[in-house]
């Protein structure tokens, strides 16, 4: 199965991506702003989330809240 964003565009490993909302994320001090780029992704065995590194952490997000940059 295929891993899609928010808008229905196909993510590949390598992609960047763009957050569409502010995302609270558990464990880190800060919030990820709407708009905020993501370099990098690399895809899960869930087709609804990916795998990336902000800063110094490897965080998941759900793909629904997403975008392909």
């Not at 490993?13 to 995302?23: A, C, P, Q, Y």
């Not at 990820?32 to 899960?44: D, N």
């Not at 065995?45 to 940059?69: M, N, Q, Y």
Request: with cysteine; hydrophobic share 30%; aromatic share 2%.
């Amino acid at each position: 199965m295929e891993t899609r964003d928010s808008n229905g565009n196909v993510l590949n490993s390598g992609d960047s991506v763009m957050t569409v909302k502010d995302l609270k994320v558990k464990g880190m001090p800060k919030t990820l702003k709407r708009g905020e780029v993501i370099k990098g992704i690399r895809l899960t065995d869930s087709p609804s989330e990916v795998e990336c590194r902000i800063g110094k952490s490897t965080v998941v997000l759900k793909t629904e809240f997403l975008k392909k940059a």
